[in-house]
Protein backbone atom coordinates (compact mmCIF):
# COMPACT_ATOMS: atom_id res chain seq x y z
CA UNK A 1 0.00 0.00 0.00
CA UNK A 2 1.32 3.34 -1.37
CA UNK A 3 1.37 6.46 0.94
CA UNK A 4 -1.49 7.91 -0.19
CA UNK A 5 -3.49 5.24 0.61
CA UNK A 6 -2.35 5.08 4.92
CA UNK A 7 -3.13 8.44 4.63
CA UNK A 8 -6.89 7.95 3.44
CA UNK A 9 -6.91 4.81 6.46
CA UNK A 10 -6.02 7.98 8.98
CA UNK A 11 -8.94 10.20 7.76
CA UNK A 12 -10.95 7.35 7.38
CA UNK A 13 -10.04 4.28 9.43
CA UNK A 14 -12.98 1.73 8.93
CA UNK A 15 -16.16 2.44 7.56
CA UNK A 16 -17.37 -1.45 7.32
CA UNK A 17 -19.27 -2.70 9.81
CA UNK A 18 -17.57 -5.75 10.28
CA UNK A 19 -14.04 -5.91 11.96
CA UNK A 20 -11.30 -8.26 10.88
CA UNK A 21 -9.98 -10.88 13.71
CA UNK A 22 -7.68 -9.81 16.51
CA UNK A 23 -5.56 -12.81 17.54
CA UNK A 24 -4.20 -13.03 21.12
CA UNK A 25 -1.69 -15.14 22.27
CA UNK A 26 -1.77 -15.00 25.76
CA UNK A 27 -4.69 -16.10 28.21
CA UNK A 28 -3.33 -13.97 31.64
CA UNK A 29 -5.70 -11.26 32.95
CA UNK A 30 -4.93 -8.51 30.64
CA UNK A 31 -5.15 -10.49 27.54
CA UNK A 32 -8.74 -11.96 28.46
CA UNK A 33 -9.60 -8.57 29.95
CA UNK A 34 -8.80 -6.84 26.67
CA UNK A 35 -10.30 -9.69 24.47
CA UNK A 36 -13.40 -9.24 26.40
CA UNK A 37 -13.42 -5.58 25.85
CA UNK A 38 -12.99 -6.25 22.02
CA UNK A 39 -15.55 -8.56 21.72
CA UNK A 40 -17.80 -6.10 23.12
CA UNK A 41 -16.45 -3.31 20.54
CA UNK A 42 -17.45 -6.35 17.45
CA UNK A 43 -14.20 -7.93 16.95
CA UNK A 44 -13.87 -11.49 16.74
CA UNK A 45 -11.32 -12.75 18.60
CA UNK A 46 -8.83 -15.98 19.04
CA UNK A 47 -6.66 -17.07 21.33
CA UNK A 48 -3.16 -18.69 20.76
CA UNK A 49 -2.43 -21.42 23.83
CA UNK A 50 -0.48 -23.95 24.40
CA UNK A 51 -3.97 -25.70 25.73
CA UNK A 52 -7.11 -25.76 23.24
CA UNK A 53 -9.26 -26.16 25.90
CA UNK A 54 -12.03 -23.82 26.54
CA UNK A 55 -11.89 -22.27 30.07
CA UNK A 56 -14.81 -20.63 31.72
CA UNK A 57 -12.17 -17.80 32.33
CA UNK A 58 -12.00 -17.04 28.30
CA UNK A 59 -14.57 -14.71 27.00
CA UNK A 60 -17.69 -17.16 26.02
CA UNK A 61 -17.61 -15.76 22.26
CA UNK A 62 -13.44 -16.34 21.97
CA UNK A 63 -11.90 -19.13 20.00
CA UNK A 64 -9.07 -21.07 21.20
CA UNK A 65 -6.28 -23.01 18.85
CA UNK A 66 -3.02 -23.64 19.03
CA UNK A 67 -0.42 -20.78 18.67
CA UNK A 68 0.05 -21.42 14.80
CA UNK A 69 -3.67 -22.47 14.03
CA UNK A 70 -4.38 -19.23 15.27
CA UNK A 71 -1.87 -16.90 14.10
CA UNK A 72 -3.17 -18.20 10.73
CA UNK A 73 -6.30 -16.61 11.15
CA UNK A 74 -5.13 -12.64 12.16
CA UNK A 75 -3.04 -10.15 10.33
CA UNK A 76 -2.79 -9.08 14.08
CA UNK A 77 -1.82 -11.02 16.77
CA UNK A 78 -1.31 -9.17 20.35
CA UNK A 79 1.76 -10.73 22.40
CA UNK A 80 -0.24 -10.71 25.79
CA UNK A 81 2.84 -12.52 27.32
CA UNK A 82 6.20 -11.56 29.27
CA UNK A 83 9.32 -10.91 27.33
CA UNK A 84 11.24 -13.86 29.22
CA UNK A 85 9.02 -16.20 27.60
CA UNK A 86 9.13 -14.50 23.80
CA UNK A 87 10.99 -17.33 22.96
CA UNK A 88 8.48 -19.42 21.50
CA UNK A 89 7.60 -17.34 18.97
CA UNK A 90 11.06 -17.76 17.26
CA UNK A 91 9.70 -21.50 15.73
CA UNK A 92 6.38 -19.59 14.55
CA UNK A 93 8.73 -17.00 12.44
CA UNK A 94 7.39 -18.05 8.91
CA UNK A 95 3.71 -18.12 10.37
CA UNK A 96 4.32 -14.71 11.84
CA UNK A 97 6.01 -13.21 8.43
CA UNK A 98 4.24 -9.89 7.60
CA UNK A 99 1.59 -10.16 10.26
CA UNK A 100 1.29 -7.19 12.77
CA UNK A 101 2.41 -8.13 16.08
CA UNK A 102 1.61 -5.74 19.38
CA UNK A 103 3.54 -5.92 21.97
CA UNK A 104 1.86 -4.90 25.25
CA UNK A 105 4.32 -6.13 27.85
CA UNK A 106 6.11 -4.09 31.09
CA UNK A 107 8.96 -4.72 32.54
CA UNK A 108 9.35 -4.62 36.67
CA UNK A 109 11.71 -1.90 37.08
CA UNK A 110 12.59 0.98 34.85
CA UNK A 111 15.44 0.30 31.74
CA UNK A 112 15.72 -3.26 33.53
CA UNK A 113 16.86 -4.57 29.32
CA UNK A 114 18.82 -2.26 27.16
CA UNK A 115 16.64 -2.27 24.73
CA UNK A 116 12.68 -2.15 24.95
CA UNK A 117 10.85 -5.57 24.86
CA UNK A 118 8.98 -4.15 21.35
CA UNK A 119 12.77 -3.52 19.66
CA UNK A 120 13.77 -7.12 21.37
CA UNK A 121 10.39 -9.00 19.50
CA UNK A 122 11.49 -6.78 16.19
CA UNK A 123 14.82 -8.88 16.49
CA UNK A 124 13.01 -12.04 17.00
CA UNK A 125 11.06 -11.44 14.15
CA UNK A 126 12.88 -9.05 11.81
CA UNK A 127 9.88 -9.98 9.20
CA UNK A 128 6.76 -9.18 11.50
CA UNK A 129 5.66 -6.06 11.48
CA UNK A 130 6.00 -4.81 15.66
CA UNK A 131 4.06 -2.33 17.28
CA UNK A 132 4.20 -1.12 20.88
CA UNK A 133 0.63 -0.26 22.41
CA UNK A 134 -1.99 -0.66 25.36
CA UNK A 135 0.63 -1.07 28.30
CA UNK A 136 -0.33 2.09 30.09
CA UNK A 137 -3.96 0.46 30.09
CA UNK A 138 -4.97 -2.01 33.27
CA UNK A 139 -6.79 -4.79 32.77
CA UNK A 140 -8.98 -3.99 35.99
CA UNK A 141 -9.87 -0.93 33.77
CA UNK A 142 -10.79 -2.63 30.68
CA UNK A 143 -12.89 -5.03 32.88
CA UNK A 144 -14.52 -2.34 34.99
CA UNK A 145 -15.22 -0.18 32.10
CA UNK A 146 -13.50 2.86 34.35
CA UNK A 147 -10.97 4.53 31.88
CA UNK A 148 -11.34 8.08 32.28
CA UNK A 149 -7.95 7.50 34.12
CA UNK A 150 -5.98 5.79 31.64
CA UNK A 151 -7.71 6.22 28.69
CA UNK A 152 -4.83 7.46 26.64
CA UNK A 153 -2.85 4.83 24.80
CA UNK A 154 0.66 5.32 23.57
CA UNK A 155 1.23 3.89 20.49
CA UNK A 156 4.58 3.60 18.11
CA UNK A 157 6.09 1.40 15.28
CA UNK A 158 8.41 1.96 12.26
CA UNK A 159 5.54 0.68 9.87
CA UNK A 160 2.84 3.63 9.56
CA UNK A 161 0.40 1.27 8.10
CA UNK A 162 0.81 -1.36 10.97
CA UNK A 163 0.38 1.45 13.29
CA UNK A 164 -2.55 2.89 12.07
CA UNK A 165 -4.52 -0.84 12.27
CA UNK A 166 -3.44 -0.36 15.84
CA UNK A 167 -4.47 3.18 16.14
CA UNK A 168 -8.04 1.91 14.97
CA UNK A 169 -8.64 -0.87 17.38
CA UNK A 170 -7.73 1.91 20.13
CA UNK A 171 -10.31 3.74 18.81
CA UNK A 172 -12.89 1.30 18.52
CA UNK A 173 -12.20 0.50 22.16
CA UNK A 174 -13.14 4.00 23.15
CA UNK A 175 -9.81 4.83 23.77
CA UNK A 176 -7.58 7.74 22.81
CA UNK A 177 -4.62 6.66 20.59
CA UNK A 178 -1.21 9.03 21.06
CA UNK A 179 1.63 8.50 18.07
CA UNK A 180 4.53 8.76 19.62
CA UNK A 181 6.69 8.16 16.58
CA UNK A 182 9.05 5.51 15.70
CA UNK A 183 9.77 1.89 17.41
CA UNK A 184 12.73 3.77 18.91
CA UNK A 185 9.95 5.55 21.59
CA UNK A 186 9.53 2.00 22.69
CA UNK A 187 11.54 2.17 26.00
CA UNK A 188 9.88 5.65 27.05
CA UNK A 189 6.38 3.79 26.47
CA UNK A 190 7.67 0.95 28.89
CA UNK A 191 8.88 3.44 31.77
CA UNK A 192 5.80 5.01 31.63
CA UNK A 193 3.52 3.02 34.18
CA UNK A 194 6.88 2.58 36.59
CA UNK A 195 6.77 6.39 37.14
CA UNK A 196 5.58 7.07 40.29
CA UNK A 197 4.22 10.90 40.28
CA UNK A 198 7.34 11.85 38.02
CA UNK A 199 6.00 15.36 37.31
CA UNK A 200 4.93 15.81 41.64
CA UNK A 201 8.82 14.66 42.68
CA UNK A 202 9.72 17.75 42.98
CA UNK A 203 6.75 19.60 44.43
CA UNK A 204 6.17 17.02 47.19
CA UNK A 205 9.78 16.76 48.47
CA UNK A 206 9.42 20.57 48.50
CA UNK A 207 5.91 20.33 50.31
CA UNK A 208 7.75 17.71 52.88
CA UNK A 209 10.75 19.99 53.40
CA UNK A 210 9.01 22.89 54.07
CA UNK A 211 6.20 21.28 56.17
CA UNK A 212 8.80 19.58 58.65
CA UNK A 213 10.09 22.85 58.71
CA UNK A 214 7.68 25.09 59.24
CA UNK A 215 6.26 22.74 61.79
CA UNK A 216 8.86 22.71 64.08
CA UNK A 217 9.36 26.02 64.28
CA UNK A 218 6.22 26.40 65.48
CA UNK A 219 6.96 23.90 68.26
CA UNK A 220 9.79 25.67 69.04
CA UNK A 221 8.34 28.87 69.66
CA UNK A 222 4.99 27.87 70.59
CA UNK A 223 5.80 24.67 73.03
CA UNK A 224 8.92 24.57 73.81
CA UNK A 225 9.69 28.20 74.79
CA UNK A 226 6.48 28.25 76.60
CA UNK A 227 7.05 25.50 78.49
CA UNK A 228 10.45 26.76 79.21
CA UNK A 229 10.19 30.39 80.50
CA UNK A 230 6.31 30.54 81.15
CA UNK A 231 5.95 27.26 82.37
CA UNK A 232 2.80 26.37 80.73
CA UNK A 233 2.50 22.84 78.96
CA UNK A 234 0.98 23.36 75.65
CA UNK A 235 2.02 20.01 74.10
CA UNK A 236 -1.87 19.71 72.37
CA UNK A 237 -1.17 22.45 70.13
CA UNK A 238 0.32 19.70 68.24
CA UNK A 239 -3.03 18.38 67.32
CA UNK A 240 -4.92 21.46 65.53
CA UNK A 241 -3.09 24.89 66.78
CA UNK A 242 0.02 24.14 65.50
CA UNK A 243 -1.27 22.38 62.05
CA UNK A 244 -3.28 25.26 61.54
CA UNK A 245 -0.51 27.62 61.69
CA UNK A 246 1.51 25.91 59.21
CA UNK A 247 -1.35 25.02 56.25
CA UNK A 248 -2.17 28.79 55.98
CA UNK A 249 1.23 29.60 55.73
CA UNK A 250 2.63 26.80 53.57
CA UNK A 251 -0.54 27.48 50.97
CA UNK A 252 0.64 31.29 50.69
CA UNK A 253 4.49 30.24 50.19
CA UNK A 254 3.55 27.10 47.55
CA UNK A 255 1.15 29.81 45.62
CA UNK A 256 3.82 32.02 45.72
CA UNK A 257 6.47 29.83 44.25
CA UNK A 258 3.91 29.03 41.53
CA UNK A 259 4.66 31.86 40.08
CA UNK A 260 8.38 32.54 41.01
CA UNK A 261 10.15 31.01 37.99
CA UNK A 262 8.12 33.28 35.75
CA UNK A 263 9.61 36.39 37.44
CA UNK A 264 12.72 35.27 36.74
CA UNK A 265 12.07 33.89 33.58
CA UNK A 266 11.20 37.37 32.79
CA UNK A 267 14.19 39.02 33.99
CA UNK A 268 16.48 36.61 32.02
CA UNK A 269 14.52 37.48 29.00
CA UNK A 270 14.92 41.34 29.55
CA UNK A 271 18.81 40.66 30.60
CA UNK A 272 19.11 38.50 27.39
CA UNK A 273 17.20 40.59 24.75
CA UNK A 274 15.87 37.70 23.81
CA UNK A 275 13.10 34.28 24.08
CA UNK A 276 15.40 32.43 21.75
CA UNK A 277 18.25 31.18 23.97
CA UNK A 278 17.05 28.39 26.58
CA UNK A 279 16.17 28.95 29.83
CA UNK A 280 18.45 27.03 32.72
CA UNK A 281 17.30 23.64 33.45
CA UNK A 282 16.44 24.28 37.03
CA UNK A 283 14.18 26.31 35.79
CA UNK A 284 12.32 24.38 32.93
CA UNK A 285 11.94 22.09 35.54
CA UNK A 286 10.53 24.70 37.87
CA UNK A 287 8.57 25.84 35.55
CA UNK A 288 6.78 22.18 34.23
CA UNK A 289 6.06 21.60 37.85
CA UNK A 290 3.25 24.84 38.46
CA UNK A 291 0.27 23.10 38.25
CA UNK A 292 1.36 20.13 40.84
CA UNK A 293 2.83 22.97 42.84
CA UNK A 294 -0.75 25.24 43.03
CA UNK A 295 -2.46 21.86 43.65
CA UNK A 296 -0.71 21.18 46.87
CA UNK A 297 -1.22 24.95 47.79
CA UNK A 298 -5.01 23.88 47.06
CA UNK A 299 -4.80 21.26 49.07
CA UNK A 300 -3.11 22.98 52.50
CA UNK A 301 -5.63 26.00 52.12
CA UNK A 302 -8.38 23.79 52.24
CA UNK A 303 -7.35 21.80 55.31
CA UNK A 304 -6.79 25.61 56.97
CA UNK A 305 -10.33 25.73 55.90
CA UNK A 306 -11.01 22.57 57.98
CA UNK A 307 -8.72 23.53 60.69
CA UNK A 308 -10.68 26.96 61.02
CA UNK A 309 -13.85 25.69 61.17
CA UNK A 310 -13.17 22.93 64.07
CA UNK A 311 -11.70 25.32 66.00
CA UNK A 312 -14.87 26.75 68.32
CA UNK A 313 -15.35 22.84 69.27
CA UNK A 314 -12.20 22.36 71.03
CA UNK A 315 -12.23 21.91 74.97
CA UNK A 316 -8.97 25.00 75.14
CA UNK A 317 -11.16 27.27 72.95
CA UNK A 318 -14.29 26.38 75.28
CA UNK A 319 -12.17 27.09 78.52
CA UNK A 320 -10.65 29.96 77.47
CA UNK A 321 -14.27 32.16 76.43
CA UNK A 322 -15.79 30.78 79.93
CA UNK A 323 -12.59 31.68 81.42
CA UNK A 324 -13.59 35.17 80.03
CA UNK A 325 -16.43 35.15 80.67
CA UNK A 326 -16.35 34.10 84.53
CA UNK A 327 -13.43 37.26 84.65
CA UNK A 328 -15.79 39.64 82.96
CA UNK A 329 -18.52 38.29 85.92
CA UNK A 330 -16.33 38.26 88.81
CA UNK A 331 -15.28 41.97 88.24
CA UNK A 332 -18.68 43.23 87.54
CA UNK A 333 -17.67 44.66 84.07
CA UNK A 334 -18.33 44.27 80.73
CA UNK A 335 -15.98 44.77 78.39
CA UNK A 336 -17.20 47.10 75.41
CA UNK A 337 -16.71 46.04 71.67
CA UNK A 338 -13.08 46.72 70.73
CA UNK A 339 -14.72 47.98 66.99
CA UNK A 340 -11.20 47.89 65.67
CA UNK A 341 -10.52 44.23 66.45
CA UNK A 342 -13.88 43.62 64.86
CA UNK A 343 -13.09 45.26 61.41
CA UNK A 344 -9.47 43.44 61.45
CA UNK A 345 -11.35 40.25 62.36
CA UNK A 346 -13.87 40.61 59.56
CA UNK A 347 -11.34 42.21 57.14
CA UNK A 348 -9.18 38.95 57.34
CA UNK A 349 -12.46 36.56 57.32
CA UNK A 350 -13.59 38.32 53.86
CA UNK A 351 -9.97 38.30 52.36
CA UNK A 352 -9.50 35.00 52.94
CA UNK A 353 -12.71 33.91 51.59
CA UNK A 354 -12.31 35.79 48.92
CA UNK A 355 -8.81 34.66 48.10
CA UNK A 356 -9.76 30.19 49.01
CA UNK A 357 -12.57 31.07 46.17
CA UNK A 358 -10.15 32.63 43.67
CA UNK A 359 -7.90 29.61 44.98
CA UNK A 360 -10.58 26.79 44.14
CA UNK A 361 -11.76 28.51 40.80
CA UNK A 362 -8.07 28.68 39.69
CA UNK A 363 -8.00 24.20 40.44
CA UNK A 364 -10.48 23.80 38.88
CA UNK A 365 -9.43 25.47 35.39
CA UNK A 366 -6.51 23.39 35.74
CA UNK A 367 -8.11 20.28 35.35
CA UNK A 368 -8.10 19.12 32.01
CA UNK A 369 -11.52 18.72 31.68
CA UNK A 370 -11.85 22.40 32.03
CA UNK A 371 -8.99 23.21 30.66
CA UNK A 372 -9.73 21.21 27.11
CA UNK A 373 -12.72 23.76 26.78
CA UNK A 374 -11.58 27.00 27.21
CA UNK A 375 -9.60 28.85 24.40
CA UNK A 376 -5.50 30.07 25.60
CA UNK A 377 -6.44 33.74 26.30
CA UNK A 378 -9.18 32.58 28.97
CA UNK A 379 -7.13 30.00 30.79
CA UNK A 380 -4.15 32.78 30.78
CA UNK A 381 -6.65 35.21 32.45
CA UNK A 382 -7.63 32.64 35.02
CA UNK A 383 -4.14 31.28 35.84
CA UNK A 384 -2.17 34.51 35.49
CA UNK A 385 -4.65 37.56 36.64
CA UNK A 386 -6.63 35.95 38.85
CA UNK A 387 -4.04 34.01 40.05
CA UNK A 388 -2.29 36.60 40.60
CA UNK A 389 -5.24 38.35 42.44
CA UNK A 390 -5.56 35.04 44.69
CA UNK A 391 -1.93 35.84 45.46
CA UNK A 392 -2.84 39.37 46.63
CA UNK A 393 -5.99 38.51 48.77
CA UNK A 394 -4.43 35.36 50.51
CA UNK A 395 -1.37 37.73 51.04
CA UNK A 396 -3.52 40.54 52.37
CA UNK A 397 -5.46 38.02 54.81
CA UNK A 398 -2.14 36.78 56.15
CA UNK A 399 -1.01 40.77 57.00
CA UNK A 400 -4.46 41.77 58.07
CA UNK A 401 -4.23 38.82 60.51
CA UNK A 402 -0.54 38.61 61.63
CA UNK A 403 0.29 41.89 61.03
CA UNK A 404 -0.01 43.00 64.85
CA UNK A 405 3.03 40.38 65.67
CA UNK A 406 5.56 43.15 63.61
CA UNK A 407 6.02 45.48 66.64
CA UNK A 408 5.43 43.51 69.30
CA UNK A 409 8.47 42.57 70.78
CA UNK A 410 6.98 38.99 72.16
CA UNK A 411 6.34 38.12 68.88
CA UNK A 412 10.09 38.03 68.62
CA UNK A 413 10.93 34.71 70.86
CA UNK A 414 14.39 33.80 70.92
CA UNK A 415 14.66 36.95 68.23
CA UNK A 416 13.25 35.01 66.21
CA UNK A 417 10.26 36.10 64.14
CA UNK A 418 6.81 35.16 64.13
CA UNK A 419 5.69 32.00 61.21
CA UNK A 420 3.33 34.53 59.88
CA UNK A 421 6.34 37.02 59.35
CA UNK A 422 8.36 34.35 57.70
CA UNK A 423 5.38 33.30 55.42
CA UNK A 424 4.81 36.98 53.91
CA UNK A 425 8.78 36.99 52.40
CA UNK A 426 8.44 35.18 49.57
CA UNK A 427 5.06 36.49 48.24
CA UNK A 428 5.67 40.19 49.08
CA UNK A 429 8.88 39.54 47.21
CA UNK A 430 6.70 38.27 44.02
CA UNK A 431 3.94 41.10 44.53
CA UNK A 432 6.59 43.70 44.37
CA UNK A 433 9.01 42.48 41.72
CA UNK A 434 6.02 41.75 39.50
CA UNK A 435 4.65 45.37 40.01
CA UNK A 436 7.96 46.41 38.65
CA UNK A 437 7.55 44.41 36.01
CA UNK A 438 3.89 45.73 34.73
CA UNK A 439 5.37 49.30 34.49
CA UNK A 440 4.94 50.62 30.60
CA UNK A 441 9.56 50.91 30.84
CA UNK A 442 9.88 47.38 31.75
CA UNK A 443 6.23 45.75 30.13
CA UNK A 444 7.06 47.48 26.75
CA UNK A 445 10.17 45.67 25.64
CA UNK A 446 9.70 42.62 27.77
CA UNK A 447 6.68 42.12 25.13
CA UNK A 448 8.50 42.97 21.93
CA UNK A 449 10.98 40.43 23.18
CA UNK A 450 8.26 38.13 23.41
CA UNK A 451 7.00 38.49 20.32
CA UNK A 452 10.42 38.00 18.79
CA UNK A 453 12.64 41.28 18.76
CA UNK A 454 16.08 40.42 19.60
CA UNK A 455 18.46 43.19 21.11
CA UNK A 456 21.32 40.93 19.66
CA UNK A 457 20.05 38.91 16.88
CA UNK A 458 23.73 37.76 16.75
CA UNK A 459 23.74 35.91 19.89
CA UNK A 460 20.58 34.08 19.26
CA UNK A 461 20.37 30.01 19.56
Not at 136 to 147: D, I
Not at 331 to 355: F, M, R, V
Amino acid sequence: MNKNSSNTMALAPNTSNKRETVCIFGTGDFGRALGHKMIQSGYPVVYGSRSTQISNLIPKDAEVLGHAEAAQKAAIIIIAIQRQHYNFLTPLAEVLHGKVLVDISNNLKLNQYPESNAEYLAQLLPGSKVVKAFNTVSAWALQSGTLDASRQVFVCGDDVEAKQMVMNIVRALGLTPLDKGSLLAAQEIENYPLQLFPMWRFPMFLSLGLTAFFFFYCVALDIIYTYIYEHNDFSFFIAITIPNRVCPVMALVLLALVYVPGIFAAIIQLYRGTKYRRFPDWLDKWMLCRKQLGLIALAFASLHVVFTLVTPLRAFASWRTGKGIISQALNNKTEPLDHTKAWLSDSYLALGILGFFLFVLLGITSLPSVSNNVNWREFRFVQSKLGYMALILCTAHTLVYGGKWFLSPSAYKWYLPNIYILSLIVPCAVLVVKFVLIFPCVDKPLTEIRQGWERNPKYSE
